[in-house]
């Protein structure tokens, strides 16, 4: 059996999830014997100072009995996280907060107005 059949064989069903820089991919695989397992792989893009870029990546491999626990555990951990965090995302929300307070904060300096900007040009640097 050729590289490429084996592969083709191996893979049974794919899901991609694409959040941000990082891409999740959860793959059912078969096993020598004929069994099915779950991978789930996180790609997570870097960019070099040069400009290039690189992947890391980050593999579980999730066998048939282990899926009721890790399923349980799972749940729980996500309903914990929610119930006591709530689903925005506190990055964002902070974001907000900042944006809101600053644009709300009193001008105490009295030589100073947020209104007011200087339009430079760049053009003739």
Known sequence: ????????????FSKILRAGRRTYFFDVRATKAGD???TITESKKFTNDDGS?????????LYKEDFTEFNEIMKEM???????????VISERHQKDFVKEYNTKPNT???TTTDSFTDVSFDDI
Do not use: P, R, W
Request: hydrophobic letters at 25%; a negative charge.
């Open 1 to 12: 059996m050729s590289e490429k059949e084996y592969l083709e064989k191996e893979e049974i």
């Open 78 to 88: 996500t309903t914990y996280i929610v119930d006591a965090k709530g689903e925005e």
């Open 53 to 61: 870029f690189h992947y890391k990546k980050h593999k579980i491999y």
């Open 36 to 38: 099915y397992y779950l």
């Open 109 to 111: 300096d009295s030589n």
